[in-house]
């Protein structure tokens, strides 16, 4: 069966991609790894599926839970920019 599939773009606020920006950098640190914009952006959606049987989101969900704890309004703006481009 064959799988269409649409990609949308996506443009953040300057503050939304700068705390992107960072989680890239503290990726880095963590497991020493280059971290792409998209990559990114991928575990966070990961993340806020709580997709447990993903082997990346198993490496990094305890990691994310200590760094996003006091980042909630970041990550409410992340999903809702999410949503609205894809409508």
């Not at 997709?51 to 490496?59: F, G, L, P, R």
């Amino acid at each position: 069966m064959a799988q269409k599939i649409q990609y949308v773009e996506i443009i953040f606020s300057d503050h939304i991609y700068d705390e992107i920006q960072l989680l890239q950098k503290e990726l880095f640190y963590k497991d020493g790894r280059v971290w792409s914009v998209s990559s990114t952006i991928n575990l966070l959606l990961r993340f806020c599926l709580r997709e447990e049987n993903n082997v990346i989101y198993a490496q990094n969900a305890l990691f994310l839970s200590d760094y996003l704890y006091a980042k909630e309004s970041f990550l409410e703006e992340f999903i809702s920019r999410i949503f609205m481009s894809m409508h």
